[in-house]
């Protein structure tokens, strides 16, 4: 199982960005597909962004396309969320995930192997 680990989490304002970023532990991280995922309270875990093993492919949701972006950098073992123009309902702890299969990018939180510890992000109105 990939060890995963996110940084870049804080309090920003509306408007505002951050970067998050995912460390894997394992050289396999190169092989899998990769993504992002968040929860606010009260609400179930929902899908955020994902990429494919070799980065060729990313999907955003709705909800933050145009706004967010994915990115991954195999030689380090990274993943990253760019996130710009914050809003106050981005507000949530995000996960980094790796995809139980070596094709789909994880699109569910059914089709995750690995979960990071979630790293918070606070935007303010």
């Known amino acids: 199982q990939v060890q995963l680990v996110e940084s870049g989490g804080g309090l920003v304002q509306a408007g505002g960005s951050l970067r998050l970023s995912c460390a894997a532990s394992e050289r396999t991280f190169g092989d899998l597909p990769m993504g992002w995922f968040r929860q606010a309270p009260g609400k179930e875990r929902e899908f955020v962004a994902g990429?494919?093993?070799?980065?060729?492919?990313?999907y955003y949701a709705d909800a933050v396309k145009g706004r967010f972006s994915i990115s991954r950098d195999s030689a380090k073992n990274t993943v990253s969320l760019q996130m710009n123009s914050l809003k106050p309902e981005d507000t949530a702890v995000y996960y980094c995930?790796?995809?139980?299969?070596?094709?789909?990018?994880?699109?569910?939180?059914?089709?995750?192997?690995?979960w990071g510890q979630g790293t918070q992000v606070t935007v303010s109105s």
């Open positions: 990429i494919s093993w070799n980065g060729g492919s990313t």
């Open positions: 995930a790796a995809s139980r299969a070596k094709i789909a990018i994880p699109r569910s939180p059914l089709m995750v192997g690995s």
